[in-house]
């Protein structure tokens, strides 16, 4: 599995990549390979506010539907359209072409409660 360094993670298998103010959100190579061919990708669209740890997206895949969590609270900024008609993306380049959304952090300091790529790979390896 890969855990790249430069991310932060959720106990819920979203990573962050943090840019300023802004994160780019995707699900982890551990939860697209645990769910499986992913069908359908359901984000917020831009201008939707989101609170940390709250679902605001799901995964479709063809073993089961599985709610996304917001990082860190804020509000959306840009969604990856191409997902509509490539969620396979999400399978085949999670940390790439299958990220999710940017979401502009109303609230820097969640970022602290987010995993390094240690205490993530500590958490799927159980």
Request: aromatic share 8%; proline share 5%.
């Amino acid at each position: 599995m890969q855990v790249p360094e430069q991310l932060r993670y959720t106990s819920d298998h979203e990573w962050v990549l943090v840019t300023g103010s802004r994160v780019r959100v995707g699900i982890t190579d551990y939860a697209q390979d645990a769910l499986g061919d992913i069908v359908y990708v359901q984000v917020p669209a831009p201008g939707t506010t989101v609170s940390a740890g709250d679902a605001f997206g799901e995964v479709e895949s063809t073993k089961s539907v599985s709610d996304i969590y917001a990082p860190v609270s804020g509000s959306v900024v840009m969604v990856n359209d191409a997902l509509a008609s490539t969620p396979e993306s999400v399978n085949s380049d999670p940390y790439g072409d299958g990220w999710l959304c940017e979401i502009e952090c109303s609230d820097l300091s969640q970022l602290d409660a987010l995993l390094d790529a240690s205490a993530y790979q500590a958490l799927i390896e159980g």
